[in-house]
């Protein structure tokens, strides 16, 4: 059973990346020209037009930015994943789950892939990764994996049943990106409004990725706060999820 299902999310994930990528010419690189122009255009506002006092700012902008990908990627894309997958829910049994699940393990497969992109950005900037830094990433991947499946979780199930949804995450992913420090450092948030850092799930996330690339130490506090909002929202879609599952095939 565990291997049928292994291959099963196999087949998806690879049917994912086909399609990604089908009659694109430059294919992967894509993925990683989308932050580096953000990064180059907040650069020119923040940096050159604003003069930030930032130090590294490219670096700073780079280990928010790709981290941040992830997750609206992961969330974006999986808003149409069961539509384009109905012929598979209508015509065979299987957990359902597994769909939005192999979304989510594509772009996780990018951003691992776009990690070089940061070390070269790290060389650049003099800064170079700890001893401990496999284990680090492996920290903080789980978490942001855990919410990001969570979270397209619920918006793959619903938007079957409200089709303007795909509008308000759109929404809701622009005021969740200034709200959270990828732009900014969370030292510049007046101390009146840090409290939003806390009741954001992806601001200790991103602090601690970028932690980790800057060669700084992580917030545990952020790390263990990560950890209760990754158990949290991947229950509550999970469960949110199997509560309508039953309706996908009547839907689409």
């Known amino acids: 059973m565990i291997v049928y299902l292994f291959d099963l999310v196999y087949v998806l994930t690879q049917k994912e990346i086909k399609v ?3 009659n694109s010419v430059f294919g992967y690189f894509w993925s990683v020209m989308h932050p580096l122009a953000f990064a180059l255009m907040f650069y020119l506002a923040f940096k050159v037009f604003m003069k930030v006092r930032l130090e590294d700012y490219p670096l700073f902008l780079i280990t928010g930015l790709f981290p941040w990908q992830w997750f609206s990627n992961s969330v974006s894309s999986s808003l149409f994943v069961l539509m384009d997958n109905a012929s598979l829910i209508k015509k065979l049994n299987f957990p359902r789950e597994l769909i939005p699940l192999s979304s989510v393990i594509n772009h996780s497969l990018h951003f691992l892939l776009s990690l070089p992109v940061i070390l070269l950005f790290m060389y650049f900037y003099d800064k170079s990764p700890s001893l401990w830094f496999v284990l680090y990433l492996i920290c ?3 978490p942001q994996f855990m919410i ?3 979270v397209s979780l619920v918006v793959s199930s619903l938007h079957l049943f409200f089709r303007d949804l795909d509008r308000l995450v759109s929404i809701l992913l622009t005021l969740l990106f200034y709200l959270t420090p990828v732009i900014y450092s969370e030292d510049m948030i007046p101390h009146n ?4 850092l806390y009741l954001n799930p992806i601001s200790g996330l991103l602090i601690n990725w970028r932690r980790l690339f800057l060669d700084e130490p992580l917030d545990i506090h952020f790390m263990l706060l990560s950890y209760f909002y990754a158990f949290v929202i991947f229950l ?3 469960a949110l999820f199997k ?3 039953w309706k996908f095939a009547e839907v689409l």
Do not use: D, Q
Not at 193 to 196: A, E
């Open 193 to 196: 409004y840090r409290y939003i």
């Open 148 to 150: 990001n499946y969570g």
């Open 20 to 22: 990604r990528y089908k």
């Open 236 to 238: 509550s879609g999970y």
């Open 140 to 142: 903080l991947f789980l």
């Open 243 to 245: 509560k309508l599952s």
